[in-house]
């Protein structure tokens, strides 16, 4: 099957490459003239036979909604367009809407499985209508990981049902990893436990635990048995807050998401305010000791005392 393919970066191009690989051509365009086929968006619409179907690979947000937009006049009727990146389920149904004006076919594709989808697959999320689906199924059982469809795809639902699931699917990854992380630190901290690689990996076999998200964090801790050489200073890609948008929007607790994305906004902050504020208060209503801050010269200040009496007061 022949294939428009927008964006060659880390994913992209592995996904280029997996293609090839199962016997499709593809023709992919790239800002970056080295990895791209073609000098052009105009140039990639003209080297595909019609009906074409482009699969647009680009950040989510106003890059995509622009490619999409832009692709919207070049392409004809019976075309179809295909956003495999991290859109906003919302943006779907404006994409999708804008295109069919023109007649042509839209469908929303999350993408999971990193720069280790070339070799193992990609876990793909699909939404749109089923003749569409139908239509690239080719495509997406190339990209998908080998074994039965229904273990690495799922046609979600409608328009914007791909990408929706995709959003669901990074929120609990955040949980996970969050959870991940707080074991680790906990094990680190005790004196008695010498061997902190050791137990993560004891626990990637035979445990309930065990996962791939588990096997990587085994894996850094090979290659940096104390993540010192890795900053505690974690972005978010904007799918962990919509999932938690979601969740308040139709009233569903989610308690584990939410907090890891807070330690996420909470690891970007050299010195919190919020715990500053939290330490005052805790030395006004108890004179619990404070350290102050760091002076010009950037040493820590020493602790100050009770700002009154002795009260004993625990918080």
């Known amino acids: 099957m022949q294939l428009g393919l927008i964006g060659l970066g880390k994913m992209g191009g ?33 080297a595909l036979s019609a009906p074409r179907v482009v ?22 009727e019976g075309d179809l367009v295909i956003d495999g990146g991290n859109s906003r389920f919302t943006d779907d149904t ?3 809407e804008a295109l069919a004006a023109s007649g042509i076919g839209y469908v929303d594709c999350g993408v999971s499985g990193g720069v280790w989808g070339l070799e193992n697959g990609y876990g793909l999320m699909v939404g749109g209508e089923d003749e569409m689906v139908e239509r690239a199924m ?23 049902a791909g990408h929706y699931a995709k959003m669901v699917h990074n929120g ?11 074991g680790f ?8 436990v010498t061997d902190v690689h050791g137990c993560f990996q004891a626990w990637t076999r035979g445990t309930v635990v065990r996962s791939w998200l588990l096997d990587l964090l085994v894996k850094a801790l090979e290659e940096d048995p104390g993540l010192k050489e890795i900053s505690g200073y974690t972005p978010d890609s904007g799918e962990g807050r ?19 994305l807070f ?11 919020a715990m500053r504020a939290v330490a005052a208060l805790r030395q006004q209503f108890g004179g619990h000791a404070v350290k102050k801050a760091a002076g010009p010269s950037g040493a820590p200040g020493d602790q100050a005392g009770p700002s009154s009496g002795t009260g004993s007061t625990q918080a």
Do not use: C
């Open 242 to 260: 919509w999932t938690v948008e979601e969740a308040i929007a139709n009233s569903v607790p989610m308690p584990v998401i939410s907090a890891a």
């Open 55 to 76: 699969w647009v690979m680009v950040p989510s947000g106003e890059p995509t909604r622009e490619t999409v937009k832009t692709l919207g006049g070049l392409l004809s």
């Open 138 to 160: 080719p495509i997406f059982d190339a990209l998908r990981p080998e074994g039965p469809r229904e273990e690495g795809f799922v046609h979600a639902g409608a328009v914007g």
């Open 14 to 46: 592995n996904m280029r490459e997996r293609l090839r690989r199962a016997g499709h051509e593809v023709v992919g365009f790239d800002r970056n003239p080295e990895v791209s086929d073609v000098d052009s968006l105009e140039s990639l619409v003209g």
């Open 94 to 96: 404006v994409n999708a």
């Open 185 to 192: 630190e906990l094990l680190a901290a005790k004196d008695i």
């Open 263 to 273: 330690a996420r906004f909470t690891s970007r902050q050299e010195s919190s305010p």
């Open 172 to 182: 609990i990854e955040y949980g996970l990893m969050q959870a991940y992380a707080e």
